[in-house]
């Protein structure tokens, strides 16, 4: 089974700061990686996917991840943050095969001051 | 773009009320799902389905959750008897192999 840890519940930042948002997951089998953004009252959406390739994700909104599996982590970065970018993030993992259910990490809300 | 789409929106039950959901997934995608987000909290699995059977389903869809999908088109999810606790934002997805795409979530307040 997965489970993904996102050990920040808050991430307060100043605008313009670069801002890194943690991830990490544990499974035994190879796995699809997700970061989405929750705006309030809002519903999922997908910022980047991790499915094979280049380690280095780039996704909307000037977002990044890196898949590193010696680290099992899949940390969101973004070098300069907006005002807009204040929300809550979650990273989800998901098997390679089976009913590729995502596990959803418990979030971040990433609050970026003026 | 193909998108998952759910109704209702929002919807205001009393407790002990049946409740139904419906989501239209992507026309292509094989598997479908139920995920669950109480206010505040993190987005939890409620089922899958695949080949018009329950593949996998968590422990928080008891006896009280049922999902169908009654024609070619709709995926539902009733709750038979709702109480407090249930009030949520649901979310339908479908999924290509290897990525689910979610619709827009359908909030139940339970009075």
């Known amino acids: 089974a997965q489970s993904v840890t996102q050990l920040d519940s808050q991430v307060p930042v100043f605008e313009e700061a670069p801002v890194e948002l943690r991830c990490n997951y544990s499974s035994s089998v190879s796995v699809y990686l997700f970061w989405y953004v929750q705006y309030p009252n809002q519903g999922l959406q997908l910022l980047l996917k991790y499915l094979s390739g280049s380690t280095l994700v780039k996704g909307i909104n000037g977002f990044e991840a890196e898949f590193n599996k010696s680290q099992t982590s899949f940390h969101l970065r973004k070098p300069s943050v907006h005002i807009s970018d204040t929300a809550e993030y979650f990273c989800a993992v998901s098997d390679r095969a089976g009913t590729y259910k995502y596990i959803f990490g418990t979030g971040t809300r990433l609050k970026v001051l003026a | 773009e193909p998108e998952v789409t759910q109704t209702p929106s929002h919807q205001v039950t009393q407790m002990g009320q049946e409740v139904i959901l419906r989501c239209v997934p992507i026309s292509n995608h094989l598997y479908f799902y139920w995920y669950r987000q109480i206010l505040g909290q993190k987005v939890e699995f409620l089922v899958s389905?695949?080949?018009?059977?329950?593949?996998?389903k968590s422990e928080i869809f008891d006896d009280q959750f049922s999902v169908e999908r009654p024609d070619g088109s709709n995926f539902t999810l009733k709750i038979r008897s709702t109480k407090l606790e249930d009030s949520a934002m649901y979310f339908c997805a479908s999924s290509a192999p290897g990525e689910l795409f979610f619709g827009e979530g359908s909030r139940l307040t339970v009075l």
């Open positions: 389905f695949y080949n018009n059977e329950i593949s996998e």
